[in-house]
């Protein structure tokens, strides 16, 4: 039963353009998340925001920026998008920060080709 | 910093075999770990997950890993392997406290080894 919900499934483009990916999450949950899928399956947490405040900025590059109108959705804007930002996307939300609210659920990702 | 190691990037194998994968961390507290499978094309979808208490941990589909605080390890477990087990398995583990984003291994392929 799905319960974080990603669109687009995919997308292609070209470099330069700007993309923008969206995230819902229908589990009433405080804290969402950003990860990146390299093409050799590794995760890599781009972003995480608690309460529509960010709390884990990893150093991605400038172009990637989170955005959230509320604590059930996170989008992610990427401007001006290079060849090396093919990946998958993957939205996650949780509970609540660490410990017993950790366990994080999924959505089916964004799979973003850069031409 | 946390880390999680997956040694074996492939397993081979056959339909009703054991099956264990392996997963060590390094972690300067107490530990939340879990095990995610990821499906082709697919999200994660988290098979279990280790709070801290009884060191062997049930989940889904006749999975079930046991931590062990000694050897720093998190290994899954499966008595007997169905065809829908093929998939790639992600050991994680969270930062307590504040930040909670997952830190994930570089996950393991599972494949049928075929006669």
């Known amino acids: 039963e799905t319960a974080v919900f990603q669109t687009p499934n995919y997308h292609v483009t070209q470099v330069g353009n700007e993309v923008s990916f969206n995230c819902k999450q229908t589990?009433?949950?405080?804290?969402m998340y950003w990860y990146k899928q390299d093409s050799k399956k590794l995760l890599k947490i781009m972003f995480s925001y608690n309460n529509k405040q960010l709390i884990v900025n990893e150093t991605v590059p400038r172009r990637f920026s989170p955005q959230s109108s509320d604590k059930a959705h996170l989008n992610l804007r990427i401007k001006s998008v290079e060849p090396e930002d093919s990946a998958v996307y993957l939205c996650?939300?949780?509970?609540?920060?660490?410990?017993?609210?950790?366990?994080?659920?999924f959505g089916p990702g964004t799979r973003l080709t850069v031409l | 910093a946390q880390s999680v190691t997956q040694p074996d990037a492939r397993v081979t194998v056959s339909e009703g075999a054991s099956l264990q994968l392996r997963c060590k961390y390094s972690y300067f507290g107490t530990p939340y770990l879990f095990w995610y499978v990821q499906y082709p094309r697919q999200g994660l979808q988290l098979l279990l997950k280790?709070?801290?208490?009884?060191?062997v941990v049930q989940g889904v589909n006749g999975f079930e890993a046991e931590f062990s605080k000694s050897n720093s390890s998190f290994h899954l477990r499966k008595a007997s392997v169905h065809w829908s087990d093929w998939a790639v398995y992600f050991c994680?583990?969270?930062?307590?406290?504040?930040?909670?984003?997952?830190?994930f291994g570089s996950g393991t392929k599972v494949i049928p080894c075929l006669p």
């Open positions: 996650a939300s949780s509970q609540g920060l660490g410990g017993r609210y950790a366990e994080q659920f």
């Open positions: 994680a583990v969270s930062m307590g406290g504040f930040a909670s984003a997952l830190t």
């Open positions: 280790y709070y801290p208490g009884d060191p």
């Open positions: 589990l009433g949950h405080d804290t």
